[in-house]
């Protein structure tokens, strides 16, 4: 396997625990049997949940691909086409996420803190896909390319999450509040700061490669 491709596939392998588990529930939901804890929240209102589960899933997955440089080649690349479904499955993240977190009934261990940073996180991502599709108007793409991988970095936080929640319940237990809030926020706070490490080195290189081109032409 090329080393190009060690970065889609990390990407779906951080996010197969939230993948894995969106499934069983809408199996759940769809009649299939309780593989998983059932919760009130999913079954009073499930469509919420539905929405997220399937735009969560095709986000994580399908834009996972979007960091591959060869994809991005011609007019009707993978990388245009994807992005006409993967924008609006940002927006259905963002929005179910912030809706259950305001509107369906809190599992045990989700207390008012971690209800705000889903909040703040949530809008941090749909302002990031708002800028990213201005920018990709004005065509301004490495600014486009930057807003979309915070987008995603945020989108895809559920994978990190599960990575870092595990530690944490063994030492405070699953239910523990404020551990399970911070620890929450900690993930997001990683996938936005790997984010950024890979922002600047594509910004870096892209500087070198203008500067080599300026030095050709003289």
Known sequence: MRARWLIPVGLILLNLIPIVSGSLRLTQLGGGPEVIPQADRFTVFPWPVIIHIVSATLYSVVGAFQFL???RRG????????GRVLIPAGFLVALSGMWMGAFSDLPAGDG???FVFRELFGAYMLASLVLGIRAIVQRRFSVHGAWMTRAYAIGVGAGTQAIFLIPMSMVLGSSHELGRAITMALAWVANLAVAELAIRRLARQERQRRQLRAKVAA
């Open 69 to 71: 440089p060869g994809l």
């Open 75 to 82: 007019r009707r690349s993978w990388h245009k086409m994807a």
């Open 112 to 114: 008012p803190l971690l």
